[in-house]
């Protein structure tokens, strides 16, 4: 989707998209996939798209994406006109550095707010239209998560209404799906699927990968699984890839939003194998990490603050540091504004995942799989995000509610264990013996130029383990220390050492970008760069 809205006139060249015309004379363009769309309203429209809509007779054009925009949409003010499109390559020059991307990439591995990496291209928010009329624009909101629990209903009758509520989501997302796929872990969310696809009679074939299979990792149970649920499965094809190839097969599909798809190419193999697949992204309650401060909220949904992280206080420029600092900070300050109105902070937390997170983190990666197989996400159904919303905190916490119903729903795919998450980080790793090392750095996504020299790797692994992380993150311990055991650095100050080593990879991400979009990035950015 793509074309110039004249404000002037309130009408609109499409440059990228076929109109569909109703007898009243409205004319719209939906792209993606909904339950149904008899009514083109953004608020009644289920499932993932972005929708345009000119209205001749009131002079209206408004744009709008799905409550997550999950297929994004970007525009830019150029004076009396708006420019809008799917894509950043979409928009012609000049295309300023934004800063405050620069930043978000370097803290976090991920942007938030509405920025890109354009300055002065805006990312429209999830549940949001950009509206045109009477010759002006503005940004409406149609949906947001409010969190507004029901009185305490007792915990069976909620079982029973979310247990209906999973069912009736895959039943909708699948109805059209002969060759219907479904990315198993061997976690809730994902085993919750496919319990649903066996009640609803759905063909699925199970697909995982990893690139040695040890037993009771999310290869052995996925493929356990399928076997005691009489579904096919089928292993998909993978060999871990270096950075440089990463970030130059999988960042485009979504702008360099986040962080690469390392698994790329399992997620290419799928071409040949299904036409749509099934994915567990879901919203039933963050994390239940003990929090105590605003700062926590944020920490825990992975949006960090630049000036506390050590190793960008060691590697940047002072001048340069205090530039993307500021601007880290002026990003905060909005996602504290955008939340002032949310007393508790484990609500503000799961309210952050849902309009940070997941549009800005999660659903994004989707979009380089959806290349090779259209994605369907029944857990970010309507009904069940508002459901969600309305259940007391207690309920959303760890997702409690979600997983003691899975449990009681479909409690033959419990006799199968959970995955052993240590031996699922391991499926990332190559099988060459002695490569220690090199393993490390691999997995941790570092780039081939490190490899051809094991002086250098050496000295980086020791000056990377000796950087201790300002917040220690309990629920990250097992990966530093198998980290630290492959790599063969035995240190009590090893905290920070991944953060260390993404920071890297972001950095090259940053640089791809610039020379991707022709980025100007400015003196100082353009010396960091370098």
């Known amino acids: 989707m793509e074309g110039v809205i004249d404000l002037e ?26 339950e149904s769309h008899n009514e083109l309203e953004p608020a009644v429209l289920n499932g993932s798209f972005r929708i345009f809509i000119q209205q001749p007779r009131s002079r209206r054009i408004y744009i709008a994406v799905d409550r997550l925009a999950s297929r994004p949409l970007l525009y830019r003010i150029e004076g009396a006109r708006i420019r809008f499109a799917s894509t950043l390559s979409a928009f012609p020059s000049p295309h300023p550095l934004n800063t405050a991307a620069f930043a978000a990439m370097l803290s976090s591995g991920f942007l938030y707010g509405d920025d890109t990496w354009i300055d002065g291209v805006r990312w429209l928010p999830g549940g949001t239209m950009l509206l045109v009329e009477d010759r002006s624009w503005r940004i409406e909101r ?26 009736t989501a895959v039943e909708r997302r699948t109805r059209r799906c002969p060759n219907l796929g479904l990315l198993l ?53 993978y060999e871990p890839i270096e950075i440089r190839e990463a970030i130059t097969k999988t960042v485009a599909p979504f702008d360099g939003m986040r962080y690469p798809i390392q698994e790329a190419n399992a997620f290419v193999s799928l071409r040949n194998v299904v036409t749509h697949i099934l994915v567990g992204d879901e919203a039933f309650g963050w994390n239940a990490t003990p929090i105590s401060s605003e700062d926590e909220s944020l920490y825990t949904v992975g949006i960090r603050r630049l000036r506390r992280q050590a190793c960008w206080q060691k590697f940047l420029q002072p001048r340069l540091r205090d530039s993307l600092c500021a601007a880290s900070d002026a990003s905060l300050a909005r996602l504290y504004t955008k939340t002032a109105h949310i007393p508790d902070l484990h609500d503000k937390k799961d309210y952050l995942y849902v309009t940070e997170r997941l549009p800005r983190n999660v659903l994004p990666g989707r979009l380089f799989l959806d290349k090779y197989a259209e994605v369907l996400n029944p857990w970010l159904d309507n009904d069940i ?11 959303r916490l760890g997702k409690a509610l979600f997983r003691a119903t899975v449990r009681q729903t479909f409690p033959e795919l419990f006799a ?16 060459t013996p002695g490569a220690r090392t090199e393993e490390l750095f691999l997995w941790s996504a570092m780039y081939s130029a490190l490899h051809s020299e094991p002086s250098l790797e050496a000295r980086l692994v020791r000056a990377v383990f000796s950087i201790q992380n300002e917040m220690g993150r309990p629920a990250a311990r097992a ?39 022709s980025l100007n990035p400015g003196p100082d950015l353009s010396a960091f760069l370098s």
Not at 185 to 197: K, P, Q, T
Not at 385 to 394: G, H, I, T
Not at 416 to 431: G, H, Q
Request: glycine share 8%.
């Open 9 to 34: 006139t309130s009408t609109c060249a499409l440059s990228q998209g076929n109109l569909h015309h109703l007898e009243d004379g409205t004319a719209f363009l939906l792209e993606g996939t909904v």
């Open 142 to 167: 149609y949906w947001d998560y409010k969190l507004l629990p029901d009185e305490e209903t007792d915990e069976p009758a909620l079982r029973s209404r979310l247990a209906e509520l999973l069912i």
């Open 185 to 237: 872990s061997g976690g809730y969310d994902s085993r919750a699927i496919l319990g649903c696809c066996m009640r609803l009679g759905r063909k699925v074939t199970c697909l995982s990968w990893s690139a040695v299979e040890r037993g009771g990792d999310d290869l052995s149970v996925a493929r356990e699984l399928s076997r005691r649920a009489g579904v096919s499965f089928r292993q998909l094809s």
């Open 385 to 395: 995000m508002d459901f969600v919303a309305r259940l007391p905190r207690r309920h």
């Open 416 to 431: 199968v264990p959970m995955a052993n998450t240590r031996l699922s980080i391991e499926r990332f790793l190559p099988t």
């Open 479 to 517: 990966v530093y220390s198998f980290l630290a055991k492959i790599s063969g650095v035995a240190t009590a100050t090893r905290l920070g050492a991944l953060d260390c080593l993404d920071a890297i990879v972001r950095a090259e991400l940053v640089l791809f970008m610039v020379e991707n979009l």
